[in-house]
Structure formats: C-alpha cells, structure tokens
C-alpha cells in the first residue's frame, strides 16, 4: 500500500510565502534569515580533495573507505572526546538519517519516539514515516519527568533553532534514565562546533558522560554547518555496534553510499582544524552585530541560547507571526517559531548563514521594528 503524505505534518516554509513576498518589495531588497544554509566558500583543500578523487569509476562501500573511517574516528577523540569502541556509518547528510532512522531500527505502529518540544521538524516527520507515534518531550526537564514507554528518543543539543545546550551532568542523566527504561538515545550534535560564550556542548557517546559505554547511544555528526559542506551531503553516525551493524547491512541491500569523492573531501575536512576555527570566527562576528541590533528592536534573544547558527528572539506581548510580519515590512524574512513546534510560539529564528552585507543591512532596518509591530501585535 502507498504511503499517505496526509500523514504528514503540512510543509511549514509554505506559509511563509506571503511574508516573503511582501519583504520582495523592499526597496533595497530581501535580508533572508531564515533558512540556515551556508552561503560561505567550501574551504579550498575540500574542494582540491573532491577534484582529486574526481575519477571514481567504481562502486563506493557502504562503510566509506579506510581513510574516511580512520579520519571520523581520529576526529571524534580530538575533538568530541569519544574514545570507546563505537561503529560508524557515513551518511549521505543528517537528514537522511534523521528522518529514516525510525524505520531502520524496525520502529513502526505501537513504537512511541520522542524529540525535544522546540526543534527541527524532520524527527517529528522520521516518526510519522515509520508508523511511529510522535511524543514531544522537554529534553531540558528533569529526565525523571519524561514517559517511560518510548523506544527512541531523539536529543538535539545544540539545538535548532533555539541554541540550548545539554551539560555533561545532564547527558549523564539522560543515559542513566534511558538504560532503566530500556530506550535508545539518538543525539543530533551537528552544531557542536559552534558555541559561543565559553560554551562547550559534550557528545552523548563521549567518554565523560557514557563512561565508555556506547550501548543503546547513537550520535549524528555533519560537516555542513562547520565546513560549509552542505552541498556534499556528507554526514555519519556512530555508537553503538550492535545497532548500527544491521543497519549496514540494510543499507548495502538499497544502495546508500556517499560517493567517494566526497568521502576523501570529507577526510581532508576533519583532518584540518583551521578552517573550521575560522568560520566560527565568521559566524561569531555575525552574531555579535545580530544580537547588538536587538534592543532597538524591542527583540531578547533566549538566554539559553548559547550555541548554533541561529538567534531565538521574543518581542514581550507579540506572537511569532507578529514578528515575522513587521520583520516583512522591514524587507526582512524570520522563521516564526511556531515552525518548530508549540512551544515555539512567541520566538523567531534568525540565521546567522546570511551574507556580510545581508546582515548589516537587516541590523540597520531592525531599529523600526518597534513601530510596525504595534501594528500587528495583538
């Protein structure tokens, strides 16, 4: 039998047409902060590295290459403190897994899956494709306050769009609560190289919160954000073996191989540090000048938000279309909250992949929001 998208949640960034619309109009044209998309150059040595291995006149393996193995792994102990005996599996992107794992854990009707109350749609969508129950979960609450019946529960920490962050105690937590309940944690950490203020955003797998002991833990990791790679698709998860050994086997069967020359290009990313220290740099700046812009906005960004590509601002008193409506006004677009779940109501998500030029201008028209959000506030 088909599968019935009127299962799924409807597309929210079609709602979103209007307001992008009315921002056309601009006269100085379009400050887009919605979509986090890198528009910064793939690094010079991972674009060099693709080229190299351009003539790629075999069959890809499933597991990536030795060299792209050893390189995720060289990278997961150097840079997320993960030690432990833990498989990988390259991923053509995090989206992929995110919203197939489900099904490849032989998740279905009955199963319960939980993802945190504010994030990326695709773990609610991954649910739903499986035949899978949705569950909202407060990842940043007390784990003892959660239901105990679920049979995966997804983490974002960092977390999009709202930047919170999960410490190394509460991960400790988590893992404690999830053996007693016998749940698997998937931990979506992509933003992991992108805190701010001291921040620091440990890995579910890593030595310090799992005690070397992956069982029933998996971690997602993508290059798109820190390397602007996205358009290379290049991802992996790791954890534990026993969970990940027959989902290579299932991928075998269907085909899922990223392509070897994105996997040295990957290699070649995680081996050097330097570019991704100096896009942080990139992004960091372009906060600075978002979160400056602010005040005179009448907008406070979450205090929470510590971390990631995006601001998660509230103006007191108006809703999240409120904002993403006098933001049109200004020819600047915003995702409202809502996008994100529920419990987005109230915020907006603004993104820090705009060009230089995008958000100063956006920073510059930001000081009339007051005004124009008297008339739509309600």
Not at 300 to 308: K, R
Not at 324 to 343: D, K, Q
Request: charged content about 20%; hydrophobic content about 40%.
């Amino acid at each position: 039998m088909a599968f019935h998208t009127d299962s799924l949640p409807d597309f929210p960034w079609d709602t979103l047409v209007p307001a992008r619309k009315r921002a056309g109009e601009h006269p100085d044209g379009v400050c887009d902060l919605t979509i986090g998309t890198p528009v910064d150059d793939t690094p010079a040595i991972v674009q060099e590295a693709l080229t190299e291995a351009s003539n790629a006149h075999g069959y890809p393996l499933v597991v990536g290459t030795g060299e792209l193995q050893g390189a995720i792994v060289q990278w997961m102990a150097r840079r997320r403190g993960i030690t432990s005996d833990v498989s990988v599996l390259p991923t053509i992107g995090s989206k992929e897994m995110v919203g197939l794992l489900p099904s490849l854990l032989g998740l279905g009707p009955g199963s319960r899956i939980g993802f945190p109350n504010v994030s990326y749609p695709t773990y609610d969508v991954g649910a739903r494709l499986s035949g899978a129950s949705p569950v909202v979960i407060d990842t940043d609450a007390d784990p003892a306050t959660w239901p105990t019946d679920l049979d995966l529960l997804w983490l974002n920490s960092p977390g999009n769009p709202n930047g919170h962050v999960l410490s190394r105690d509460q991960l400790r937590d988590i893992v404690a609560w999830a053996r007693a309940n016998h749940v698997v944690v998937a931990s979506d950490e992509c933003y992991a190289e992108l805190c701010w203020e001291g921040t620091t955003s440990p890995s579910i797998i890593a030595d310090e919160v799992c005690d070397g002991d992956v069982s029933g833990l998996l971690m997602v990791y993508s290059l798109s954000k820190q390397s602007n790679m996205a358009g290379y698709r290049a991802a992996w998860l790791a954890g534990d073996p026993q969970i990940i050994t027959p989902m290579i086997e299932l991928r075998k069967h269907v085909g899922f191989m990223m392509p070897q020359p994105v996997q040295h290009a990957m290699a070649v990313a995680l081996g050097d540090d330097a570019h991704v220290a100096a896009q942080r740099k990139v992004y960091a700046a372009r906060r600075v000048k978002l979160l400056g812009a602010l005040d005179s906005a009448g907008l406070t960004n979450d205090p929470n938000s510590a971390a990631g590509l995006y601001l998660w601002a509230k103006a007191e008193g108006a809703s999240s279309w409120d904002i993403v409506n006098a933001c049109a006004e200004l020819g600047i677009v915003v995702a409202p909250g809502t996008f994100y779940g529920e419990a987005g109501e109230g915020y907006v998500r603004m993104a820090l992949t705009a060009a230089d030029s995008a958000i100063e201008q956006a920073c510059a028209r930001l000081a009339r929001l007051p005004e124009l959000l008297g008339n739509f506030s309600r």
